[in-house]
């Protein structure tokens, strides 16, 4: 059962690694980069990153929460509490990445992908990457506590 936990957990480290890095880079290099160009450059360049990357994140982002509640749920029924809670705290933190995604990235992604793939800028292009941008900094907080928290698992197991 050691095996299969370690397993797992390394590959929601993988796979959270994926969205983590992309957060960060989002983080710390996309959203000064993009102070600095004009709304019609703004909406082309994240409509169509956007366009890429909500069809191609889903995979990194389902592995890693799927494979962080297999953990739990695994190490809890080994009787390793201190792996369950850890991967449980992971699984908690991306549950809330996921709401936040959710509930304030993904309308926006929507918005800025249609208005580049119909040629157009969005009027409110900048206020869509300001309010894209007002969640950057918390999704990047929940990836690091995921992430710590299954280092934490992989440590212990």
């Known amino acids: 059962m050691e095996t299969l936990i370690q397993a797992l957990t390394m590959l929601s480290i993988l796979a959270n690694a994926v969205v983590y890095g992309t957060d960060v880079f989002c983080a710390i290099v996309q959203r000064p980069a993009l102070a600095h160009v004009d709304d019609s450059a703004l909406t082309q360049s994240m409509g169509q990153v956007h366009r890429f990357g909500d069809r191609r994140m889903p995979v990194p982002g389902v592995t890693g929460l799927v494979t962080a509640l297999a953990v739990a749920a ?84």
Do not use: E, F
């Open 74 to 157: 695994t190490a809890g029924i080994d009787g390793d509490a201190t792996v369950s809670v850890a991967a449980g705290v992971a699984s908690l933190a991306l549950i809330v990445w996921l709401v936040v995604y959710g509930t304030v990235s993904a309308p926006v992604n929507k918005k800025l992908t249609a208005a580049a793939q119909a040629g157009r800028t969005a009027p409110d292009a900048r206020s869509l990457q300001r309010t894209w941008d007002g969640v950057i900094n918390a999704r990047v907080l929940l990836q690091t506590l995921a992430l710590g928290a299954l280092c934490v698992a992989l440590a212990a197991s």
